[in-house]
């Protein structure tokens, strides 16, 4: 027998998640000011490559990504450091009820938690609801081509590569980004998991 189909609601239902090092909680209006604080440790809206929202952005950026929950499109979350304080953000987006797909991506961390625990707890989290509770067959992961940083710590998860969709999107500044396209199949979740756990008990400033 098939397994039943994930609804659409169920999917973008809020959720938190909490991690040890950190913890996802709905995306809120209210998270505007420490996000944009967060945002501007490092000036993150300044790397070309990436879409990270400006401070005076950060409002609007909000009211996007609830829209587009609203419209059953994505699952926004704000990521709290292990003190609770907010330092990024995250989304399952591109969701695909009918077929069990969703992508997680628009992230982006304050640059003081970057190549900490921080993003493994993140994707520990993310990947365990999308695969145990919402029963997904795959999860996609989308960055620039260029982004290697990014496509380094996709890799580090234990993704494989599916390929680049060329020019597949127009950056604000005009130019046009070549997406490199990974993902994690649901056969392939639990040597990832156990790869995961493993580097989260690894000391901190080893685990990336």
Known sequence: MAPAVTSLPRIVEPVTLRGEAATLVPLARDHAAALSDAARDGELWRLWYTSVPAPERMAAEIDRRLGLQAAGQM???TVLDAQGTPVGMTTYMHVDAVHQRLEIG???YAQRVQR?????TCKRLLLAHAFDTLQ?????FRTHRLNTASRRAIERLGAQLDGILRAHQRMADGSLRDSAVYSITAAEWPTVRTHLDWQLARPREQSR
């Open 75 to 77: 699952l926004p979350f």
């Open 106 to 108: 628009s992230t982006w």
């Open 116 to 120: 900490s625990a921080v993003n493994t």
């Open 136 to 140: 997904c067959i795959a999860v996609e």
